[in-house]
């Protein structure tokens, strides 16, 4: 079995990047994130812009299916979308936008997007979930990407990224860049 897969960034939800692997998609994922088989990447480069303004990148998977039939479903996938990131293969005929069939909505990914609030009022790396009522931090990672920190609850026996209230949050966001002074740290955009 293979399986076909989308990329997409949590500052939108729109699919950026279609593509197959016979692997598991995480596995995937970490070869998109360490870079490309040829030159610098585009897919690479627009994940780590995500990235610099603390909007994760995940994966969809938007479809199972034969490894005999993988090329023919990846193309059909990627001529669903507009303005993917997919240099290897797009074949969707420039045609009239009032023609063009509409984008797939990919539940998983509206269903994730609904329960998260990213940037929460315009603070870098602050998000919500609304689902738990409660913030997580993510800051740069040295492997490229974001991670959360460690926060101050354990809502149902998770991993401790979780802050009860947003000034924890901002706490410890704000002591994390302290201990990076050098760095340039996006600004928040608070109205």
Known sequence: MASIYAL???RDG???????TTGTIDRRFVQHR???YDGIGVVRGWMRDEWNDAFPV????????????????ETYWINLFDNLLNTRKYYRPQQAPQCRARTPRIAVIA?????????????????????LDMYFVLVPDRDEGLRPLIGDELPGGSR???FSD??????????????????????????
Not at 117 to 124: C, D, H, I, L, Y
Not at 171 to 191: E, H
């Open 8 to 10: 997409y960034s949590c």
């Open 58 to 73: 995940r994966t969809a998977l938007l479809e199972w299916c034969d490894i005999s039939q993988v090329s023919d479903r």
């Open 166 to 191: 947003l000034a924890r949050a901002i706490d410890a966001r704000d002591r994390y860049r302290g201990l990076f002074p050098k760095m340039q740290w996006p600004r928040d955009k608070v109205i």
């Open 14 to 20: 729109r699919v950026r990047y279609v593509g197959m």
């Open 160 to 162: 401790p990224m979780w």
């Open 111 to 131: 269903e994730y997007m609904r329960n998260h609030t990213f940037n929460f009022e315009g603070r870098q790396g602050i998000h919500y979930r609304h689902s």
């Open 34 to 36: 360490r870079g490309p």
